[in-house]
């Protein structure tokens, strides 16, 4: 069987598969392969020990970029291009999606990952240096820890404090189903190792003999005879080659499984035509339905008297997660602290969970080697922006607490006077907008009976035998959650789901 893309997913569902001798496993991945620990770059190595996310924007970065709103045209898109994919170069919090996420699935008519079924998963992924009992695992492959209190910086300290003395509760551990309020963030990096899938899933499997990792080979198109996949045409070392297998899975990120899907020619047939692909499979769902969590970052001047730490250890520790007002979605928003020592600005940014808006992913031609157009169509729903505009206010409120004095000063961005207009509010919003880096729901999930759905809950695509989707893309909607967690959730699923038949 081949995998395309050695993800968060990707990479999981290839050591698991593999495990089994009596299959042969091909995990292709069009970023480089590092073969050892010792010879991972150190920014995908070290992790938060480096200090801020030096590996977006990087060498191992795709570089897309993406309509946010009209206001903001090019927005860049971080996703990962090597071994482990974006689980190697992300800010790593280990947030699991929260069980309303997974019924509400259910609902949808996928009851294969109703919250009963998809915990034990959870469990299996990781192993919890700080907590044990029914929501915590033990014995994974990631590693998960959190930063005690006490060994914060003094920003972070005076935004956990200030949150406590507003009446937020204090919880030590954000992954409890029920949990909400502020407190530090489970993150997937133990001792200074950043715990990818390619370090906690490919490192301990590459012995096995029947499994094979290609780096620098991407994927170009799934090669489909009659309604069945057979194979997959790669690009290698200059050269086009078509390798053929008994089944095909598309782990390449949101983004490019459904631009894979339609190269394919598998989705909606009219867009399909108008760049001269032959339609093999009508699915008006691929490349729609784009979720992502909004976010905006507001900031202030250093106060005169603090002094910024010269080497920190890493950026957000703790986060404030809680509902908005009003609102029927339960843990709907997130505030995080942090500290830009570049510019000495202290940063709290408002993001939200469950946005209302859906954007798209269309083709800009049949060149697999070009990027699609992305167009993620943040905050167009009114309901989106109220929240928002809400979330925007409480913070600004919440930096006027006494626990900030002596760390932030005067505000910098927005402007005082912008705070106080819906219209002014909602402007810098659209122009200031960018992506949490959770896109998803691009190939959801969903029965025959949804139109618009691309893969059943066994993430089978409709119409093709011998092929799935296993990525963040399946997701109906995205997750109240950092999105890692849950993706490496889907792979671990996924293929326990190939292995029963």
């Not at 698991?16 to 620990?37: C, I, K, N, Q, Y």
């Not at 045209?73 to 790593?92: A, E």
């Not at 909400?180 to 950043?194: M, Y």
């Not at 122009?431 to 880096?437: A, C």
């Amino acid at each position: 069987m081949i995998v395309a893309g050695a993800g968060s997913a990707g990479a999981a569902v290839a050591a698991r598969l593999s495990e089994d001798p009596a299959r042969s496993v091909l995990l292709l991945e069009a970023g480089p392969d590092f073969p050892t620990l010792e010879s991972l770059p150190s920014e995908i190595r070290n992790g938060l020990a480096t200090g801020a996310d030096m590996a977006v924007s990087g060498t191992y970065d795709w570089k897309l970029s993406a309509r946010a709103t009209s206001r903001n045209p090019n927005m860049p898109v971080p996703r990962g291009r090597i071994v482990g994919g974006t689980s190697s170069i992300n800010g790593q919090v280990w947030l699991w999606g929260i069980p309303e996420d997974f019924e509400d699935w259910a609902r949808r008519g996928n009851d294969e990952w109703r919250w009963t079924k998809v915990l034990p998963y959870f469990r299996k992924v990781e192993t919890d240096l700080d907590f044990g009992g029914d929501f915590h695992g033990r014995e994974g492959p990631i590693r998960v820890r959190r930063h005690r209190l006490q060994d914060l910086t003094r920003d972070q300290i005076a935004f956990h404090e200030a949150c406590i003395a507003s009446g937020w509760p204090a919880t030590p551990d954000h992954n409890l189903p029920d949990s909400w309020g502020v407190g530090p963030l489970p993150l997937n990096d133990a001792d200074g190792l950043r715990w990818s899938t390619h370090v906690g899933y490919l490192l301990p499997a590459r012995h096995r003999i029947n499994l094979t990792i290609r780096g620098n080979a991407r994927v170009t198109r799934v090669l489909v005879e009659g309604k069945r996949a057979v194979g997959v045409e790669v690009s290698s070392g200059g050269q086009l080659q078509r390798v053929f297998a008994g089944e095909v899975v598309l782990s390449a990120n949101a983004i490019f499984s459904p631009q894979l899907l339609m190269l394919s020619g598998i989705g909606p047939a009219d867009h399909l035509r108008s760049h001269g692909i032959p339609v093999i499979a009508d699915l008006p769902g691929v490349g729609g339905n784009l979720r992502d969590h909004p976010t905006v970052a507001m900031r202030w001047e250093a106060d005169t008297g603090y002094r910024v730490p010269e080497n920190p250890i890493g950026p957000q520790k703790v986060a404030l997660r809680y509902t908005a007002e009003g609102s029927k979605l339960r843990n709907d928003m997130i505030t995080v602290m942090r500290f830009r020592y570049d510019l000495k600005q202290a940063v709290m940014s408002a993001g939200l969970y469950l946005a209302l808006s859906e954007g798209s992913i269309r083709l800009r031609s049949a060149i697999p080697f070009e990027s699609p157009l992305i167009d993620y169509n943040l905050l167009d729903d009114p309901y989106d922006r109220q929240r928002l505009r809400d979330g925007v206010r409480m913070q600004a409120e919440l930096a006027r607490h006494a626990k900030f004095e002596g760390v932030a000063g005067d505000i910098v961005d927005p402007a005082e006077d912008t705070l106080g207009s819906d219209d002014a509010l909602d402007e810098w919003m659209l122009r200031q907008v960018s992506t949490m880096q959770h896109i998803s729901s691009t190939c959801k999930l969903g029965p025959a009976s949804d139109p618009l759905a691309v893969v059943d809950q066994y993430c089978r695509v409709h119409g093709i035998e011998g092929l799935r989707v296993a990525d963040t893309s399946v997701m109906p909607d995205c997750v109240r959650a950092n999105t890692n967690a849950t993706t490496i959730m889907i792979g671990e699923r996924v293929a326990d789901f190939m292995k029963q038949g």
